[in-house]
């Protein structure tokens, strides 16, 4: 971890958002998945940022200006200076065997650095418009969807999902387990490791509750009357 003063080499305007690229220095950008905290122009706190490219000898960084600090950081012109500290964090797991990279919004940041690790894999993004869906590019073999089309219908089973983006994307990817391996960034290395080992052998059910709220107790019923079958003449083999 340091903390550098480092110029701006570009800002540039990627759909929506601003791709800030600033001189490495002696700063090292990290493994996918950990951040950065940059001191805006006049804010008093430091922002944290996935870091989304490190081409040789700078650092680039995906924003999305939703407030006066990251404004301030979207509107810094090549030239300017600001500090940066970091690597902070932990990063993703990068030892998978079938690794599909799934983003949404500003959520992408982290991916290109992370296809980079990995070999170019994979990626599925979703956006909530095609202006944002011009981000999409940062990310090699990527499958891009703009709503209402949501990214989990492009996640094919079976593949090991590092993930990042809004809570709700995120959690309709966690439903998808077992059948769908999930890792945010920080996961610990041998946890997942296990995790994904045993999930793999475990089955996959899909239960239908219907829409009158009265049968749900019903439905579960039933449902829990057939699992406990099943069990039972599992135990018989």
Request: glycine share 10%; proline share 11%.
């Amino acid at each position: 971890m340091r903390r550098e003063r480092l110029s701006v080499v570009a800002n540039e305007q990627v759909g929506p958002y601003a791709l800030l690229r600033v001189t490495r220095g002696g700063v090292d950008p990290g493994v996918p998945g950990q951040f950065f905290m940059l001191e805006a122009p006049g804010r008093l706190l430091p922002r944290p940022m996935s870091l989304c490219l490190a081409p040789r000898g700078e650092l680039a960084f995906l924003i999305d200006a939703i407030g006066p600090g990251t404004a301030a950081l979207c509107e810094l012109e090549c030239g300017e200076a600001i500090h940066v500290l970091g690597p902070l964090g932990n990063g993703f797991d990068l030892d998978l065997e079938r690794p599909l990279l799934v983003g949404g919004g500003i959520g992408i940041a982290p991916l290109p650095y992370l296809s980079k690790a990995l070999g170019r894999p994979p990626a599925v993004l979703g956006f909530r418009s095609d202006r944002h869906a011009e981000a999409a590019d940062l990310v090699p073999n990527s499958q891009a969807c703009v709503e209402p089309t949501l990214v989990t219908q492009l996640i094919p089973p079976g593949m090991d999902v590092l993930a990042c983006g809004p809570e709700p994307m995120l959690q309709s990817v966690r439903a998808l387990a077992p059948s769908t391996l999930f890792q945010l960034p920080g996961a610990e290395p041998n946890n997942f490791r296990m995790v994904a080992a045993l999930t793999n052998r475990l089955p996959c059910f899909q239960l239908e509750l219907g829409r009158e709220v009265a049968r749900v107790p019903e439905s579960l019923r039933a449902f829990m009357k057939r699992l406990s079958s099943r069990w039972d003449k599992s135990d018989s083999v």
